[in-house]
């Protein structure tokens, strides 16, 4: 199933236009192993023992982690920034692939699923806004870009120098087909060590200087990860699917694109801690409605929500002898 919907609106303040790229060092994006010590003083004095803050809510804030959202809505999400913009609140640091080449995508998505941090595609036009909306100190790219506002740290085809200047282990460079890209990906194990390529080609990009390093980063923690939503036999964008794993999301690949049409379907959006995402077109205009529909309606006997359309009854029938057909009656 190889992994495109309308980008979720989401509230963002209004940027006051470019931002001019900063340089490195800074406080937390270090060139070398020095280290800013941060002792009692104003930063005891602002929020006790630690850097972190604490919200609204009494909850602390650690600006060393990826933060996902908790809001549960159904989002249309037809693309990796679409889904990235829905899953999660901030994060220090983002992978940032330059387009949608496999050879690009391939190694910028396992590195992002990998490490746990958000997944943006595209040019420095289409990436802009969501890297301020997460508050981004620094990028780790794949192909040719140029970023404003934050700091890049460009990757290597030395998976030990990768590893240093990304400060995440990466063990295994692992060539692949394009055309299997999807299911390597669903295979990937968050926090591990695998580096897909197409092929032995280098990895896409200018070579790292050796000396830029990304900040600390802590993975996303807590039950807020999304849920996303395919429909059988549809494509789905291999963006799409790729920025959702990263966000830690459970794929669930449906009968029809409706998600209250089956008991499984009824109890994954019902359960989820984040955002439902929706990873196609199949699911319409309404489906931030049919998600509240799923979760608010009494279900009646096979599951589905009473009223909801017996859209689950038509699915396409197969031809007799294929495996998975069902015959018509």
């Known amino acids: 199933m190889n992994p495109s919907i309308r980008r979720p609106q989401s509230a963002r303040p209004d940027s006051p236009g470019p931002v001019p790229r900063r340089t490195l060092p800074r406080r937390r994006l270090l060139q070398s192993a020095i280290a800013l010590p941060l002792a009692g003083g104003v930063l005891a004095a602002c929020d006790g023992d630690s850097e972190s803050s604490a919200g609204d809510g009494g909850e602390e804030h ?10 549960t809505a159904g989002v249309l999400a037809p693309d990796a920034n679409a889904v990235t913009a829905a899953s999660f609140t901030s994060s220090p640091v983002a992978v940032v692939a330059a387009n949608e080449d496999a050879a690009v995508l391939a190694p910028a998505a396992s590195a992002a699923i990998a490490m746990g941090v958000p997944l943006l595609v595209g040019d420095a ?71 897909l390529t197409i092929g032995e080609d280098p990895l896409p990009g200018e070579e790292l200087d050796g000396e830029r390093r990304l900040p600390d980063v802590e993975p996303a923690a807590g039950d807020a990860a999304p849920v996303a939503l395919a429909a059988a036999g549809a494509e789905v964008p291999v963006g799409a699917l790729a920025a959702a794993l990263a966000a830690g999301a459970t794929v ?3 009968p029809h694109p409706d998600p209250r049409v089956s008991a499984e379907s009824v109890e994954a959006v019902t359960a989820a801690g984040g955002p439902v995402l929706a990873l196609g077109p ?48």
């Open 125 to 195: 036009s289409a990436v802009a806004e969501t890297l301020a909306s997460l508050a981004a100190e620094a990028a780790l790219t794949f192909g040719e870009i140029e970023l404003d506002g934050v700091d890049v740290v460009r990757v290597s085809s030395d998976p030990d120098k990768l590893s240093e200047s990304a400060r995440h282990g990466f063990t295994e460079r692992r060539p692949i087909a394009a055309e299997d890209l999807p299911a390597e990906l669903r295979g990937l194990e968050p926090g591990g060590g695998v580096l």
């Open 62 to 71: 650690n600006p060393d982690a990826v933060q996902r959202s908790t809001e």
């Open 252 to 254: 669930t690949e449906l």
């Open 282 to 329: 199949e699911f319409g205009e309404q489906f931030a409605e049919r998600v509240e529909m799923a979760r608010t309606q009494p279900q009646v006997p096979g599951g589905r929500p009473a009223g909801a359309a017996r859209q689950a009854d038509h699915r396409p029938v197969r031809a007799p002898g294929v495996p998975g057909a069902r015959s018509a009656r």
